[in-house]
């Protein structure tokens, strides 16, 4: 019997269904929002309403406007105060007399936000770990391998990569072809970093041309990151492809994926070989990877898929952050753009403000940001802040003080704080050194200012506009002073 709007019963079921659907999600939608916005543990923090109801707002500003997230942070903060709430589960701080409380180290417990760090693919690796105590127990054994006495031992290693950095440059002398610096530098530190770890360079640094870098597919990975954080299927899709598509789909991509294949190959054998106990690696053990299977860690923490991971990591972190002179550079650089959140699980934090007219109690277990991007443009800290001027970090007798590196936040600060410090220094430091030494004289900007590095949007690290062709150089003639 056709019924009204000629529909059959089944198809009125199917309709009925629909709607009832339709309905009951506007309705938990609706309790959703009320919850957010009235009896959240978070409800009572300022911000705008429609980043306290969903994660929409945020989306839009991450995915659709490009890691411009941040600059709508900031706009925020210029409204709503020192603290806000940015979106339903996250707070964000711009007050530098915060950094000690957040990023505290010693006997505070200190998570990871997850929804963020899952979008980097390396849940398995120390930096991936959300408990504070899983991290703790993935990081010791990684300790000894990048403290100072262990880098110390490379030095000499490094310098021989420095100086082979510049000998790759001194080819392009006087031809008047463009070279494009970050590249050079990348193909430097990702030589340094897996010589560093695995004992065995990749070699990017014997191609004078600089064109297998790391620098263009971490990129590209970054790219990708913000996507992935709000979906991160995505993730498991990519993974999913064999390398050889994910290359034709994207060059640079391809070689980032054919890269994390690559590091299971090598720890499978290596997990067959005893540690090669050589003299070039910075501990008796041989490679990390070595250093990690004889360590105390369970044997669950020792599989092939996360020692893979931790690998991956180390290459990552240590070939796209190191940048070009020392502290102001650094200061200006950021390290990461990203707002690196942490949260406490046991205990409440407390902000309050330098008037002490806004004081807040966070609730434990709830991620609260700060971003170096903000901090290090404070403009109370460092007047002009987007001057160049290295004369901030010393004193009237020119000697060097530490009045404001606890604002300096590129390593971000306490238990989680970067545990390549003392390598990117070293590599900072020897490879400056080398390349005005043997090449200062002879660098000339070609075409690039300071637009060209400016920061404009956040892709965890940060982001040049994307007309930018980097930092490219020429080399002047062939006077050339020789090391
Ligand atoms: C100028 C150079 C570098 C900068 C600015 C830098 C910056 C940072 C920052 C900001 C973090 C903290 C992330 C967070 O708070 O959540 C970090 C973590 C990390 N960095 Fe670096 N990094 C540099 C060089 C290196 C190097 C050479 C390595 C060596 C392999 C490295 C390995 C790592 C690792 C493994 C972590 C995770 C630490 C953890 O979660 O416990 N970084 N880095």
Known sequence: MASFAGLVPGEMMLQNIIVAGIGISVVSSVCIAIYRLYFHPLAKFPGPKLAAVTLWYEFYYDCIRGGKYIN???RMHQKYGPIIRISPHELHVNDPRFIDQLYASGGKKRDRYSFYSKALGVDQTHFGAVPHDLHRARRMPLNRYFSKASVTKLEPRISSYASKLCCNLKTYAGSGKPIDLTAAISCYTTDVVTEYAFARSFGCLEDPSFTYSFHRAILEMGKTFNWIKHFPVLLKVLFSLPDSVIGILNHDLGIYYKFRSDMRVQIRKLKKEPAANDEKSPTSSGTIFHEL????????????????EEGQLLVQAGTETISAVVHEALRLSYGLATRLQRSSPIE???YESSDSKI????PPGAPVGMTSVLIHANEEIFPEPKAFRPERWLNEKGERHNLLTPYLLSFSKG???CIGINLAYAELFIGLATLIRQLGG????YETNVEDVEFHHDTFIPGIKPESKGVRV????????IA
Do not use: C, G, T
């Open 442 to 445: 002879n660098l000339q900007l």
């Open 359 to 362: 004081r807040y109690k966070i």
């Open 293 to 308: 299977i004889a360590s105390s860690l369970p044997e669950a923490e020792k599989s092939i898929e996360r020692l893979a």
């Open 72 to 74: 709508e942070i900031k």
């Open 415 to 417: 238990s989680r704080q």
């Open 474 to 481: 020429l080399i002047l003639d062939s006077e050339v002073p």
């Open 348 to 350: 409440p934090m407390f």
